[in-house]
């Protein structure tokens, strides 16, 4: 029940906003780390960003000024808002979280942007 599972993702045209969500079940989530990447068609893996239990947020990249972490311990959930989406940031997205020593990836979500 650790494995986090994310949502949000489709397809929509450059400059769109889209918020995605990952939910991570379990106990302590509000002393979890969470990190999202992501992994265009063809690519390798890369770290977008991540939120910390003092709501410490951080970016990389391109996605820097565009996308914003936040999370709702409430609602064992952390989102990803991303806005004026480009074409290059169609990718999967996965949230990825730690527990101890185990590291969880979550299935990961399909961000398409295309005219």
């Known amino acids: 029940q650790v494995q986090p599972v994310e949502s949000g993702g489709g397809l929509v045209q450059p400059g769109a906003s889209l918020r995605l969500s990952c939910v991570v079940s379990?106990?302590?989530?509000?002393?979890?780390?969470v990190r999202w990447y992501r992994q265009a068609p063809g690519g390798s893996r890369e770290l977008v960003g991540g939120?910390?239990?003092?709501?410490?947020?951080n970016y990389v990249g391109s996605a820097r000024g565009r996308f914003t972490i936040s999370r709702d311990n409430a609602k064992n959930t952390v989102y990803l808002q991303m806005s004026s989406l480009r074409p290059e940031d169609t990718a999967v997205y996965y949230c990825?979280?730690?527990?101890?020593?185990?590291?969880?990836w979550g299935q990961g979500t399909q961000v398409t942007v295309s005219s």
């Open positions: 379990g106990r302590d989530f509000g002393l979890t780390v």
């Open positions: 939120i910390g239990p003092s709501y410490v947020t």
């Open positions: 990825y979280t730690l527990k101890g020593s185990a590291q969880y």
